[in-house]
């Protein structure tokens, strides 16, 4: 007996990437692709790329792929007020989850894959949320941007949200996952104005460049 799932639950499968700058920001995001195609089929997953150079992948990548063009103006303006490139990461996926609905793979263009990701998608889909790697408690990194985070928090650990209207407490003993992957669904997209207003305070604190993570 065939069942069929009704299409209001049946969630579309997006992987979102953004890539501006120089050639070498565009073949690694095409690399990436490439890696995609070897393990998938060309109508498995929605392929959404945001970019400022986009001629550049039509001309390479198959016609199913979603093309956002990004002006300078737009990626400026991304970057917020204090011209924080990774901001933009954070804008890319709110404006993505404003246009569609369903699970979402962020990756960075530096990324490539090994095998098919299905898995991964029925997890999201699932709730299950993903990240790149985690990278341990911030108290046990000893690197040196670690450090800087550490001496950073130990002066101030209390951070406003002005959309929840009150702030939160971040200390060195909190989790640091890498922010190269993040998968996640629909149910999450209300959370994302509130990344964005934490980024925006920690980053016009102390203006490290992984401090989207």
């Known amino acids: ?106 990756l960075d263009s530096d990324t490539y894959f090994t095998k098919n990701c299905s898995e991964i998608f029925n997890n ?11 990278e341990g408690k911030l108290i046990d990194n000893k690197g040196g941007i670690a450090r800087k985070m550490k001496a950073f928090l130990k002066n101030e650990s209390e951070f406003m949200i002005p959309s929840l209207n009150e702030s939160i407490k971040i200390d060195s003993d909190f989790t640091v996952w890498n922010a190269g992957v993040i998968g996640f669904n629909s149910s999450y997209s209300n959370q994302l104005k509130m990344v964005e207003e934490l980024v925006d305070e920690l980053y016009s604190k102390n203006q490290l460049f992984v401090m989207e993570q």
Not at 125 to 134: G, H, L, M, R, W
């Open 1 to 106: 007996v065939l069942k069929f799932e009704p299409s209001y639950l049946r969630f579309m499968n997006y992987i979102v990437y953004f890539a501006f700058g120089g050639k070498a920001y565009q073949n690694e995001l095409l690399f990436s692709i490439l890696s995609y195609f070897k393990f998938h089929k060309a109508d498995e997953n929605q392929i959404i790329i945001y970019s400022d150079s986009t001629d550049f992948f039509k001309k390479k990548l198959p016609q199913s792929i979603i093309y956002i063009e990004l002006s300078n103006d737009e990626i400026t303006n991304w970057k917020g007020k204090h011209n924080f490139v990774h901001r933009v990461k954070v804008k890319v996926i709110e404006d993505v989850v404003s246009k569609y609905e369903g699970n979402f793979l962020y």
């Open 124 to 134: 999201i889909n699932s709730n299950a949320i993903y990240f790149d790697k985690c």
